[in-house]
């Protein structure tokens, strides 16, 4: 395939204009949403009007270039797809582009649009954006209106944004329906993800901004891990077990995961869900009720190979701020040793950092993004 990250026809490029591309799990008018997968495209007509955030972005003057790529049914973090062809990562082809949103991100790398609109359950924007080297946003849970979207864990399911730059990243933002408003961060904190080179890099980009630096209460990642995990597993189950039927038409890879989660019990899932505020609380309070934000890498562990593809613990540092709700920002930065994230044959992947902040708070996080990209890029 030519274009592997896209799914169907896709426009020409539009100089001048802010292009962008969109997750085939959003609908995009007069074409048809496929949501990665042969069953699914094999039935699909064309969406009789755009998503709502899609109408919102191309209300604001983006030229919607076509549908790009992903895991089937966005059920996965690796970024392969057997049916439309894998977006090959442009850092490294024998890296994998990381997943779900891997040809939004990979469209976004390689220049072929400003902005890419993806969804994030557990990490589906940043994992890829950290995979490729590019920005990535996951908004405040039920920021952005998701009516035209495909649901597949509807209490983690977000709408975000990929680009290249902060700019485009926060005009993609904007457009698809955020808001950049609120009150300045005061302070910045470091959580530790356990793995003592990642974290070293993570406290040298503190120690270089311009921000006060604070240390706050530990706030352990592990169990919001699994207690999303389990929430991710439930409630995907229920909004793909249809598709059961037709197990042979289906990602072996994805079947897999789908099977495993039939397991996952109600009871867990409910208690996991009561629990869910407590946790929000704790961490609103680690974060001074909005006054701060924390930073921590995107990924604990380097972007892996796709040949043998081992995934395990992607989503370790992503999947618990989908469960909290809270949006997280990361963003590529070329500091730390070569090749600490991830190298490949064709090359090495940047430091991948990740941004947290409270509800409602994405300027707080553009806000701290740009001060790093000031001091390590010299520029936006």
Not at 20 to 34: H, I, N, Q, R, S
Not at 249 to 276: M, T, W
């Amino acid at each position: 395939m030519s274009n592997p990250w896209m799914i169907g026809e896709v426009a020409p490029y539009q100089a001048g204009k802010l292009n962008a591309v969109v997750k085939d799990v959003l609908d995009v008018e007069g074409l048809p949403t496929t949501c990665g997968s042969r069953l699914v495209a094999s039935g699909a007509l064309p969406a009789m009007r755009d998503a709502v955030a899609v109408a919102r972005l191309r209300a604001t003057g983006v030229f919607i270039r076509g549908k790009a790529n992903l895991v089937e049914f966005a059920f996965g973090v690796h970024g392969v797809n057997p049916w439309f062809g894998t977006p090959s990562n442009p850092c490294s082809p024998d890296l994998i582009p990381g997943g779900s949103s891997s040809g939004s991100a990979v469209a976004v790398a390689l220049g072929e649009a400003e902005v890419g609109v993806g969804t994030d359950t557990g990490g589906s924007i940043r994992i890829p954006a950290a995979c490729c080297g590019v920005l990535g946003l996951k908004p405040t849970y039920g920021l952005i209106d998701e009516t035209g979207c495909a649901a597949l864990a509807p209490s983690l399911d977000t709408v975000g944004v990929l680009a290249r730059t902060i700019a485009d990243l926060e005009r993609g933002f904007v457009g698809i329906g955020g808001v950049l408003e609120g009150p300045t961060p005061t302070w910045i904190a470091q959580v530790h993800c356990g793995v003592p080179s990642f974290d070293a890099v993570v406290s040298d980009v503190l120690a270089a901004i311009d921000m006060s630096v604070r240390t706050i209460p530990v706030l352990e990642l592990g169990h919001l891990w699994e207690d999303g995990n389990t929430v991710l597993l439930w409630e995907a189950y229920r909004q793909l077990r249809p598709y059961l039927s037709q197990a042979h038409r289906l990602d072996p890879r994805g079947l897999a995961r789908l099977r495993g989660a039939a397991h996952v019990s109600e009871a867990d899932y409910r208690q996991v869900c009561q629990r869910r505020e407590e946790q929000r609380e704790r961490w609103f309070r680690g974060l001074g009720m909005g006054e701060g934000v924390v930073a921590l890498p995107t990924l604990a562990r380097p972007v892996p190979s796709r040949w043998p593809l081992d995934v395990s613990g992607v989503n370790q540092l992503t999947l618990p701020f989908n469960y909290l709700g809270f949006p997280a920002l990361t963003l590529p930065i070329h500091i730390g040793a070569d090749g600490l994230q991830g190298r490949g044959s064709a090359g090495s992947v940047p430091f991948a950092l990740q941004l947290v902040a409270v509800d409602h708070r994405e300027s707080q996080l553009f806000g701290v993004a740009r001060r790093i990209y000031e001091r390590f890029h010299g520029v936006e």
